[in-house]
């Protein structure tokens, strides 16, 4: 699938950028802090329907405006797509495709257009907290899945609500009697939504699995060994079917009452959960090398696209935010060599000496300066 257009309103600090996509690759040069991944950041934001910069809706709007804009053109293997996107500070979206309002501006938009994201601060997708790897599962998901996406959300509303009301209860002086029943209402949620959840993630991660091992094991010619595993507060084993993790998580979440009663938070379930990566059977995050993690991201980009594009039928959007910098030439080299054939790439860069002359072939490139596209160039090496 290709994006052919591309316009921004009052996004991040783009007041009016558009542009059109004429090739398969399009390179974004310019300074720091010039506005390079905004325009990823955009673009990932029609396929995932969240930031991982943003901690909220309003940081994408400009300064003091009321809204921003996203327009994309999109061609698929068999239609045109037109994705018309305002997104308001107080975090209230709407959405138009192919010009018709949707109702569920944020589960409408995820499932029509595919990318995948590879950005510098993807190393920390090892190194960092269990936070970013469940959202690494998530921003996958939603695309593959849209009933993920609103059982995710269902689920988030349910831990809030019994957040508020653990919170509560010393203030409120409920009974105990009256406290675990109005509990056990959030928890019924929780246990159907939160097994739904786990139950996803523990295939998808079955799934992308060999797929990262594999190409893992190209990269290193055969020395590493890559493996992915799905923590979780409720289990420690994998391989279970939808009634067991049920059972499983009834019973922790039993088992917890009186912890989640006494700290006033929810204590169990997927939103407290992780996924590890192992390399020769040693925990990347404390063991490897930082050669080894960057390959492990790389493995693991490679493995999203090509799950995206099985499940899918359409080959997904490529978005490298800063990375060259960071890949020596052998896992450039490799990068380049295992991508789909006819993938639409958009590649931000501070200096173009980063990249690869073979990747420079047949790119648009595109400097940005202080939100304004200074000149575009076609380059035909
Ligand atoms: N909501 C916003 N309104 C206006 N400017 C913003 C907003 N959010 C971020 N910026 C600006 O965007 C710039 C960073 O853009 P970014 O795309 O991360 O730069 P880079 O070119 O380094 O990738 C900074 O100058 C920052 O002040
Ligand atoms: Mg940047």
Redesign the pocket.
């Known amino acids: 699938m290709q994006l052919k257009r591309l316009k921004l309103v009052n996004y991040?600090?783009y007041t009016d950028f558009e542009h059109e996509f004429n090739n398969l690759k399009t390179i974004i040069i310019?300074?720091?802090?010039?506005?390079?991944?905004?325009?990823l950041?955009a673009i990932n934001i029609l396929a995932t329907s969240q930031s991982d910069?943003a901690e909220k809706d309003s940081?994408?709007?400009?300064?003091n405006k009321e809204h921003s804009l996203i327009f994309a053109n999109i061609e698929t293997i068999d239609a045109e797509l037109n994705i018309a996107l305002q997104i308001n500070p107080t975090g209230r979206r709407k959405l138009k495709i192919n010009d018709v309002p949707k109702r569920a501006p944020q589960a409408d938009l995820v499932g029509n257009f595919f990318a995948v994201m590879f950005s510098c601060d993807d190393l920390y997708l090892i190194k960092g907290s269990p936070s970013i790897r469940r959202s690494w599962l998530d921003s996958i998901l939603f695309q593959l899945d849209k009933k993920y996406h609103k059982t995710l959300l269902d689920y988030q509303k349910s831990i809030a609500q019994k957040n508020a009301l653990l919170k509560q209860s010393h203030e409120a002086m409920l009974s105990r009697k009256a406290l675990k029943e109005q509990l056990d209402v959030w928890n019924t949620q929780i246990l159907n939504f939160g097994t739904d959840i786990i139950f996803t993630r523990l295939n998808f991660i079955d799934e992308i699995k060999p797929i990262a091992k594999d190409f893992q094991r190209k990269i290193s010619k055969d020395t590493e060994a890559l493996d992915i595993i799905y923590k979780s507060s409720i289990l420690q084993s994998s391989v279970f079917s939808h009634q067991d993790l049920l059972t499983l998580f009834k019973a922790t979440l039993d088992k917890s009452f009186e912890e989640e009663l006494m700290r006033g938070q929810s204590l169990v379930g997927p939103h407290r959960d992780d996924a590890i990566f192992m390399i020769n059977e040693k925990e990347a995050k404390s063991f490897a090398s930082q050669g080894q993690q960057r390959s492990t991201i790389l493995s693991i980009k490679l493995a999203e696209l090509k799950i995206i594009e099985k499940r899918k039928g359409e080959v997904p959007v490529l978005l490298l935010?800063?990375v060259f910098a960071e890949l020596d030439e052998n896992r450039q080299d490799f990068l380049l060599h295992n991508l789909p054939r006819n993938i639409q790439t958009f590649l931000?860069t501070t200096h173009i000496s980063d990249i690869q002359k073979e990747f420079l072939k047949d790119a648009q490139i595109i400097e940005?300066q202080?939100?304004q596209v200074l000149q575009s160039e076609c380059k035909l090496a």
């Open positions: 991040r600090n310019g300074q720091n802090a010039q506005g390079k991944s905004n325009i950041e910069r940081d994408l709007v400009f300064w935010d800063d931000t940005i202080n939100g």
